[in-house]
């Protein structure tokens, strides 16, 4: 039932890029990827200790996998699944971002209250800046003038000049910060809170706060709704919110930051990515192992993807 | 004070930045002597510095959050040696500060709650799991980071319940940390509706390194069959001599075997592989439940300042009771303060030495405010007043 379901939606989706998901696999020490055509699992290749952050460069011609406990950033060649070298990354790298100008990675150590700045192509750490503890979530924004570290034991959002390398301000959220997303053009930049169970948007101009969001799904405690990853559809008027331990993920209206619907997916959802056309999104599922395909344009779940022990991060990647 | 007394002052991270402060938060650290009588194994030696760490692991994680805010974290420890004047002592430490995180007997952190200089001080109990300090004894100016014994008594009971082993019996020493552990698990297996079937007393002399093998089986025979044997050892004496050896082959929970812990070195979820490393790196050993407590004082008092910009005691305090208040305490859920009596609610780890079985409050077990208030006094079953 649900194959043909899904076999139908994938119909009328516009002829989609062919593309794939890359997963990284926090308890197997791998990444499965996943054919975004065939919804199957097609390769799987070894990588360092615990994996999690993953991206791509702008050509898609190199992986980058945070393998935390190796205490490195592994550069893998996507065709052949072979680790070309590791990148400098300073201790325990969870997350990074890579900065749009293509070369610089920034990552954060979640052991030491760092974030490095590691020139890919040199192969040099070129910054380490001070932050909270546990820094985890990660972005730039699209014009690259600001990268941001969340830090998840002293709840702030750093703000970051990449043209010095310092910090210009320190706004404080609610508990536990996990994943930043610059939106609007990079006039907002959205934190998700774990422990707070909240989302805040701030206005980048002055780093003020314009909104926050909060979540509520039925039969769940409210405890247990909590916001790690979310992606934007296309056109940025809809994010996509994963729920943790609620085992939801949360579609809100960008606009008037209300909830408009919750999509159940597998148990304790983390990180999520789009296939080429944002016609459906990837959510990693850590405690399921699995990886729950949900159809954007009807809002719901349309296959569970079988991967390795406790999935975190998703990357897509266009195979044509 | 006696001349034994170590007395020190560290400084957070940021002694630099503190000139600059706008808000600077000096805090206390008692830990008052207690005269505990020996055990049968030596294998388990406590730590020197049991509490204190947790409380400079915090002091740290308050520093680095401090620096980007401007404001400055200090500690000053006070550690009683056998024989010195505890109320002198903490006399001297509230003449520094109000707020002082305390690891003493429940007497003795009574009378230091009760001393004049304490009227108006912010005290964290964070070692005495005594159910009256939560109960009659309540003071309106202790918090509780330390999960009372009922707290721990009534997680042991969901798993009981949930796992439908309601044919139990126990063995209890006949220290009084023995006799409160009893008396707890047999609340709480009220509270939950099952009962013992028959109880023992743990009252050998023999040393069980040598006669376990022989003695514990024929003294657990006439319990006949069962599901699980609780232990009340509270002083980790005989309890471990139990296991596999008794006469029938079951499970052994309580104070041995299937523990409800604070803390344990095998919590890794929630993020808390990132606070065990912290500490381990600092400490050079594994995070113990008091150091936990002692840490989750420090934090308590930190995220306040954080959020509140204020460093007197009345702010604080407010905040800390207050719904706005949530401390991060990588147990997979805010933790909160009850404000009846000052306890702090937290999950509670059921545990063994190798890995996590589960943690409390078990799923199912619900609540009509917060599911964390089915673990120990809820707030109709306090008779604190002090808070109301």
């Known amino acids: ?320 | 004070m006696g001349k034994d007394l170590a007395y020190s002052v560290i400084a957070g991270l940021m002694i630099a930045a503190a000139a600059q402060a706008e808000v600077a938060l000096h805090v206390g650290y008692l830990s008052v002597y207690e005269d505990l009588p020996p055990t049968l194994s030596n294998l388990d030696p406590e730590p020197d510095d049991i509490g204190i760490a947790g409380a400079m692991t915090g002091l740290e994680d308050n520093s680095t959050t401090g620096r980007f805010l401007g404001h400055s974290y200090t500690l000053t420890t006070a550690i009683l040696e056998e024989g010195d004047d505890h109320l002198a002592a903490a006399a001297a430490l509230l003449g520094e500060t109000p707020f002082v995180i305390i690891d003493a007997p429940a007497g003795d952190l009574l009378a230091i709650a009760d001393l004049p200089q304490a009227a108006d001080a912010l005290l964290f109990n964070a070692a005495a799991d005594d159910v009256p300090l939560r109960d009659d004894a309540c003071r309106v100016n202790i918090l509780h980071t330390m999960p009372s014994v009922a707290m721990r008594t009534d997680a042991l009971a969901q798993v009981f319940l949930k796992r439908r082993w309601d044919d139990l019996v126990m063995i209890a020493g006949t220290h009084p940390q023995d006799t409160a552990y009893a008396d707890a698990m047999r609340r709480s297996l009220t509270k939950f509706g099952l009962e013992l079937a028959a109880e023992k007393t743990w009252a050998f002399d023999a040393d069980m390194r040598r006669a376990a093998a022989q003695e514990v089986p024929l003294f657990t025979q006439d319990f006949g069959d069962y599901d699980v044997m609780v232990i009340a050892d509270e002083l980790q004496d005989f309890g471990r001599y139990v296991l596999y050896n008794t006469w029938e082959p079951r499970p052994v929970a309580g104070s041995e075997g299937l523990t409800a812990v604070t803390w344990s070195p095998v919590i890794e979820q929630w993020g808390a592989a990132q606070l065990q490393s912290r500490f381990e790196d600092q400490h050079a050993r594994d995070m113990t439940g008091q150091d936990y407590a002692a840490w989750a004082a420090m934090r308590s008092l930190g995220e306040a300042v954080t959020r509140t910009d204020a460093a007197d005691v009345d702010t604080l305090r407010a905040y800390i009771l207050s719904d706005a208040f949530e401390l991060a305490g990588f147990k997979g859920r805010p933790l909160t303060y009850r404000d009846w009596n000052g306890q702090l609610r937290q999950p509670i780890a059921l545990a063994h030495p190798r890995a996590l079985v589960a943690q409390a409050p078990l799923e199912g077990f619900l609540h009509q405010t917060n599911e964390l208030d089915t673990l120990g006094l809820d707030r109709p079953e306090s008779n604190c007043e002090a808070f109301e």
């Not at chain 1, 400098?88 to 971002?97: A, L, N």
């Not at chain 1, 040099?124 to 546990?134: L, M, P, R």
């Open chain 1, 1 to 320: 039932m649900i194959r043909s379901a899904f076999a139908l939606s994938c119909f009328m989706a516009s002829p989609a890029v062919a593309g794939e998901i890359w997963v990284t696999n926090e308890k197997d020490d791998t990444v499965s990827v996943i054919s975004t055509e065939t919804l199957e699992v097609i390769q799987t290749y070894p990588t360092g200790e615990r994996p999690r952050g993953i991206t791509f460069s702008k050509d898609f011609s190199r992986v980058y996998i945070c393998a935390s406990d190796s205490d490195a950033v592994q550069v893998m060649d996507p065709n052949t699944g072979e680790i070309l070298h590791d990148l400098p990354s300073g201790e325990d790298p969870e997350q990074f971002v890579l900065h749009p100008n293509d070369r610089h990675l920034y990552i954060a150590n979640e052991d030491d209250a760092i974030t490095t700045v590691v020139d890919t192509e040199t192969r040099k750490v070129i910054a380490q800046i001070d932050v909270g503890v546990e820094p985890e979530g990660m972005a730039v924004s699209p014009d690259g003038a600001i990268a941001i570290t969340t830090s998840e034991t002293t709840n702030m959002a750093h703000w970051i000049d990449t043209e010095t390398q310092e910090l210009f301000a320190n706004t404080l959220v609610d508990s536990r910060p996990r994943h930043a997303e610059f939106v609007a053009g990079g006039t907002q930049l959205w934190v998700s809170s774990e422990i707070g169970g909240t989302i805040t948007v701030f206005d980048v101009a002055d780093q003020s706060e314009i909104g926050k969001i909060g979540f509520e799904v039925q039969g769940v405690h409210p405890d247990r709704v909590q916001p790690v990853g979310f992606e934007f559809t296309a056109d940025e008027k809809t994010a996509f919110v994963a729920l943790g331990p609620s085992n939801h993920i949360a579609v809100v209206n960008a606009e008037t930051l209300e909830v408009e619907d919750y999509i159940l997916v597998g148990r304790r959802v983390w990180h999520m990515d789009f296939n080429g056309d944002k016609s459906q999104l990837f959510t990693t599922n850590g405690v399921s192992g699995d990886v729950t395909v949900i159809d954007v344009a009807s809002r719901t779940a349309v296959k569970s993807i079988k991967v390795g022990r406790f999935p975190w991060g998703a990357a897509y990647r266009p195979t044509e």
